[in-house]
């Protein structure tokens, strides 16, 4: 299972809407056929082991990371083409959270004979696909907030210069982050303080959606992220039809308004749009402002923390969260199941939110 699940991050960036799947075949002790899914609409995991395999899968184990699906879809089910094949066993790592299986792959091959075995390295599988995971069963997003502080946990100077906090190592991982999500989010001042690319600058990987937070539509015509021939660009603003939107229209961006309380662009109504839409994850690479405002709002769903061993000083220098923030230590937001891991000369903080809510 270990194996399935390392084929698995193989089809990372690539699989959306789908789950990344791998999957490794047994005969004899000996490992006979093996795949992964590699892009969403082609053959899935299950169906490249089994051609790898061919006649020796009969009779023999699957390891799979993710419930094998049981309904069409762009690619015909994985139970039929298991139980043609005569295999005798399927290990399961986590069943499949869609609504289109949930339990109905795993209940198709025990009818057909076929012994099953489920939670074998479960929670490793769970986290592997905890972006589709969220996607399908709480209809929207999954959000991840990135960014990198110094020891002192300043973004920038109070002069407003933060490149480069990080060192190449650190920042070539944060370009990996972005292929790993559907899109990236800014907002209007990490835009116009460091006119930033937003692409991965990393061949053989994708660039993502740019995801623009705009009130007032202060964005520059001449703005590196407006450069449609990277990739597409969606500006979201509170703003109607304006001769800035069709300006930004004509060079091939999409201006959404979605204009909330305040003059601000609605949180919330992005994050229903984006899942409208089909973006299952979105990494949010702002500054203080908007990562206060989804945190504020209990919308964050994991951190990625890069900490360089400097130091800043001054109170003018922008920290790392904005927003009003919690008024009392009892309310402090802790980040559960962290992990720490050192990147070059800087450290890298994983952990997932915990906020005083259901979902």
């Known amino acids: 299972m270990e194996r399935a699940l390392g084929l698995a991050r193989k089809g990372e960036g ?37 051609a790898m395999a061919r006649d020796q899968a009969k009779g023999a184990a699957v390891y799979v990371t993710l419930e094998p699906c049981c309904h069409y879809g762009r690619t015909p089910p994985c139970t039929e083409a298991l139980i043609r094949a005569g295999v005798a066993k399927v290990v399961v790592a986590m069943e499949d959270p869609n609504p289109k299986v949930a339990g109905g792959g795993i209940r198709q091959l025990r009818e057909a004979g076929i012994e099953v075995v489920t939670g074998v390295l479960e929670r490793e599988a769970q986290v592997l ?27 920038a100077s109070r002069t407003g210069s933060s490149q480069w906090i990080t060192g190449k190592e650190a920042r070539e991982l944060a370009h990996k982050l972005r292929h790993r999500y559907d899109a990236i989010l800014v907002g ?46 969606w500006v979201f603003t509170a703003q109607g039809n304006s001769p800035q939107a069709e300006s930004l229209r004509e060079k091939g961006v999409d201006v959404i308004p979605c204009p909330g309380p305040g ?37 964050a769903d994991k951190f990625y923390i890069f900490v360089a061993p400097k130091l ?44 005083n809510r259901i979902t």
């Not at 662009?265 to 899942?275: F, R």
């Open 14 to 50: 690539w699989t959306a809407p789908n789950p990344m799947v791998g999957a490794v075949i047994v005969k004899d002790g000996q490992i006979v056929g093996e795949g992964f899914h590699q892009k969403a609409g082609t053959p899935h995991a299950e169906v490249h082991a089994l």
């Open 129 to 155: 696909n905890e972006v589709f995971v969220k996607h399908v069963t709480l209809h929207r997003p999954f959000l991840a907030l990135k960014s990198a502080v110094t020891l002192d946990g300043k973004t």
């Open 188 to 233: 209007i001042g990490t835009v116009l303080a460091d006119n930033p690319q937003l692409t991965t600058r990393i061949p053989g990987l994708k660039n993502p959606l740019r995801v623009v937070i705009d009130s007032s539509l202060r964005v520059p015509l001449d703005a590196r992220v407006l450069d449609t021939k990277t990739g597409p660009t």
């Open 263 to 299: 003059g601000k662009v609605d949180l919330d109504a992005v994050i229903q749009i984006l899942y409208e839409k089909g973006i299952t994850g979105v990494l949010i690479e702002g500054g203080a402002e908007i990562t206060g405002a989804f945190f504020d709002r209990q919308l």
């Open 312 to 355: 800043i000083g001054s109170h003018l220098a922008p920290g790392l969260i904005g927003g009003c923030g919690i008024s009392g230590m009892k309310d402090a937001v802790f980040l559960e199941d962290l992990s720490l891991e050192k990147v070059g000369q800087d450290f890298l903080f994983v952990g997932y939110p915990k906020f």
